[in-house]
């Protein structure tokens, strides 16, 4: 038996729609809304489009029917909130939040345990307490281990065994960071597990981390505790997470063998560039030094310099940021009259937050920045010494 013999001249010709002006032909009725559907990827965007946010943001993740429950808050402006109500089993992300404020890191950690959860696993977000935004970066469920502005690593891992022990997360994952790196010893001695630390590499079918100075690497399946490097994964750019209060049964006061343990505060001005969290430099575009060193003072920053100013003597060695200085790990880096070059931004890679005042707009260092001023560094540092005074911060 043969096959029909197709005329799609024909076929186009009754499929086209009668009217004037550019040829329209309905294809369905002429039989192509058979077979594979057809994409419409404009109406795919808008349907993953997140509402809510200013700046739009799409859920790629979950085009395909994830056991979760899509549900809006009440304003209809309000971004939809993914809530798993029954997952199930958690991952425990336990987080530094030095102060109440997560770290580059902390959000790594979440992006992780998400990971790790996929569709139908929960996070919980063990923090101390005033770390907020949980849910836009990946977390379910939220429990409070002590408080951000104390240091107790005692009483928080006391804390953090009773809510491994209430919650029973299938993984625990730590940054890789002297705070959590040592909570998670602390509850590998205490549950008598192994520790899987400094993971660089992680899926939801393996975790690997180097060993033997990196000439072995080490790989597993997830363990269940683990801590994670710098930088290892991506943090959660799904669409917000419900982070849900998850209480669970205070752990009874430890012994504590600490007779004294406090933070002491260091002084920026003589903290070393490449430990500093926040660093303002003067570079060749910066002539009023005196009023660059006392916005430093002022900012709490730590003060560094490009090579020019350098070189010229108008700044110690110790303050040349770059290359052939310092290698700076700071949260914010604020740059003056600094062109931006290749030398000077190796040195301002890790920096979090970049900020830069320059005349010219297209400086290499405006391109590197966040944020940038456009302007005369001599006009906006008093300017900003003003702000801070009538702050009362200087
Ligand atoms: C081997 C080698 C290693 C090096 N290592 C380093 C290093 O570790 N660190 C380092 O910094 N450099 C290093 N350099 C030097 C580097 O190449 C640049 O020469 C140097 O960084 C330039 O410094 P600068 O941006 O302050 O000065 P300039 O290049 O002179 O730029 C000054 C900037 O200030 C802006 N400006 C001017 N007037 C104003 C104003 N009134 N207000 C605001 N902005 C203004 C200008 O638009 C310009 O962008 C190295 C070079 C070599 C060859």
Redesign the pocket.
């Known amino acids: 038996m043969t096959r029909a013999r197709r005329d799609p001249r024909a076929e186009r010709a009754g499929a086209r729609v009668a009217g004037a002006g550019r040829p329209r032909y309905d294809l369905a009725a002429r039989g192509e809304g058979r077979g594979r559907l057809r994409r419409d990827p404009r109406a795919e965007r808008e349907a993953a489009q997140v509402t809510g946010d200013a700046r739009p943001r799409f859920d790629r993740g979950h085009r395909g029917g994830a056991p979760v429950s899509e549900a809006a808050t009440a304003p209809a402006a309000a971004a939809k909130i993914l809530v798993v109500d029954d997952p199930a089993f958690l991952v425990a992300a336990v987080l530094d939040a030095p102060g109440g404020r997560l770290t580059t890191h902390d959000r790594q950690v979440l992006g992780a345990a998400r990971t790790l959860a996929g569709a139908s696993g929960a996070v919980v977000a063990l923090a101390p307490e005033g770390a907020g935004g949980l849910g836009p970066l990946g977390a379910d469920r939220v429990a409070t281990i002590g408080d951000a502005g104390t240091y107790d690593p005692e009483g928080r891992a006391a804390t953090l065994a009773a809510a491994v022990a209430a919650f029973a997360p299938r993984h625990v994952l730590f940054p890789e960071t002297p705070e959590g790196g040592d909570l998670a010893r602390r509850l590998a001695l205490a549950t008598g597990e192994a520790l899987f630390p400094d993971v660089e590499r992680l899926s939801a079918s393996s975790a690997s981390r180097p060993a033997r100075s990196r000439r072995v690497e080490q790989r597993t399946a997830p363990p269940r505790l683990m801590t994670l490097a710098v930088d290892a994964v991506a943090p959660y750019a799904g669409p917000p997470r419900e982070a849900r209060a998850a209480p669970f049964a205070p752990a009874p006061a430890p012994d504590r063998s600490l007779r004294d343990a406090r933070r002491v505060a260091a002084d920026p001005a003589t903290t070393p560039l490449a430990v500093a969290d926040f660093v303002v430099s003067a570079?060749?575009?910066v002539t009023d030094i005196e009023a660059f060193m006392r916005l430093a003072a002022a900012l709490g920053a730590t003060p560094g310099a490009?090579?020019?100013?350098c070189d010229a003597g108008l700044m110690p060695r110790a303050s040349?940021?770059?290359?052939?200085?310092s290698v700076l790990t700071a949260t914010c880096y604020l740059a003056?009259?600094?062109?931006?070059?290749p030398?000077?931004l190796q040195?301002v890679t890790g920096c979090e937050h970049v900020l830069a005042?320059?005349?010219?707009l297209h400086?290499a260092?405006i391109e590197r920045a966040g944020l940038a001023i456009v302007q005369?560094?001599?006009a906006v540092m008093p300017a900003l010494l003003a702000a801070l005074e009538r702050e009362g911060a200087a």
Do not use: E
């Open positions: 570079g060749n575009g490009s090579r020019v100013l040349q940021v770059g290359a052939s200085g003056f009259g600094i062109a931006g070059a030398q000077h040195g005042v320059n005349t010219d400086a260092m005369d560094a001599q």
